[in-house]
């Protein structure tokens, strides 16, 4: 498979005022919460901190709960008779099992799930990690994985974890190509535990990928509402595109994202006037974590770029 990406002449994401102003002005504290996953992934999370998480989302009407496998036989308990989807990230973090092992792990959850929950099919999501080096030597592979565990979730919505800040520009295009020629609901960057997370430029070109029918989930560092915004703006432009089933944000910060919300409905045209560093949001700045060949993509990228000064000049 072959990618020709689009020419730019700059690897951002902008974010014009009027646009932003408009958007911001689509959204209310309510609504937000409506395209949140509530997360916590930690090693070391604990019966109480999974309860609260369940409340949040009961009382601020988030999309789902996103969790560890392990916590299958807790999670349903604490979710049933409302309608807050349960997560499960599925292979987390390395995406390093063989497909069968990936199979066998996801008909577990969903039935797990199922028995403890008792409403029937649609209660639950996976969310899936690809073997990002299987990608690199054969997209096929990924494809087959993929479709795999779609097959073993019978029908539940499937989140692909493709682990973006692993990946070349182009290599991004054409695993987002890959997910969309499969049988999974959504496309998600990252694990949150990536060398770095959500970036509107990623964003922007798995939207532009998977197109208007499927979902795109952005996850990693989205802690207030005008950086959940931006991503929307990136991945949701289109008032179409604002819904939960096509449009999520993975996010241990869910009530700072939703207080947030509150005073930018009344200084949301200040906000989006004021603009953002483009450096920022930008992945060719955020590559320090990454392997030689990927910062040195990376360089060549900023060096051509209009916005070169601000990373040669910031620490001035």
């Not at 969790?67 to 349903?76: A, C, I, R, W």
């Not at 497909?99 to 209660?123: C, F, P, Y």
């Not at 969309?180 to 959504?186: D, E, I, K, N």
Request: proline share 6%.
């Amino acid at each position: 498979m072959t990618t020709t990406i689009p020419d730019r002449n700059t690897p951002l994401v902008e974010f014009p005022g009027g646009p932003m102003a408009d958007l911001i002005g689509r959204f209310t504290p309510e609504r937000i919460a409506s395209f949140l996953d509530v997360t916590d992934l930690k090693a070391d999370t604990q019966p109480p901190k999974m309860a609260k998480m369940a409340d949040w989302a009961r009382t601020l009407g988030c999309a789902s709960v996103c969790v560890n496998l392990v916590e299958v036989d807790t999670l349903p308990l604490l979710l049933k008779g409302s309608p807050v989807k349960e997560c499960y990230v599925h292979d987390f973090p390395l995406g390093k099992s063989d497909i069968e092992s990936k199979a066998r792990s996801a008909e577990h959850t969903v039935q797990k799930s199922r028995e403890l929950r008792g409403e029937g099919k649609g209660k639950l999501e996976l969310d899936t990690v690809i073997n990002v080096g299987r990608f690199k030597k054969d997209p096929r592979y990924t494809l087959e994985e993929i479709n795999a565990v779609c097959e073993a979730a019978d029908g539940e919505t499937v989140k692909v974890i493709v682990r973006s800040s692993e990946l070349t520009e182009q290599e991004v295009w054409q695993v987002s190509e890959v997910v969309a020629g499969s049988r999974a609901h959504f496309i998600k960057n990252s694990t949150g535990m990536d060398a770095y997370g959500a970036m509107p430029e990623h964003i922007r070109i798995m939207r532009r990928v998977m197109g208007p029918g499927r979902g795109v989930k952005a996850a990693g560092g989205i802690s207030d509402a005008l950086s959940f915004l931006r991503l929307t703006y990136a991945g949701a432009p289109d008032p179409g595109l604002q819904d939960p089933s096509l449009w999520r944000a993975g996010t241990s910060a869910p009530l700072a994202i939703v207080s947030s919300m509150g005073w930018l409905m009344h200084q949301g045209r200040d906000w989006a006037e004021a603009g953002i560093t483009p450096c920022l949001v930008c992945p060719f700045h955020h590559v320090d974590k990454l392997r030689v060949e990927l910062r040195e993509l990376a360089n060549a990228k900023c060096r051509g770029c209009d916005h070169y000064g601000y990373r040669t000049h910031k620490d001035l």
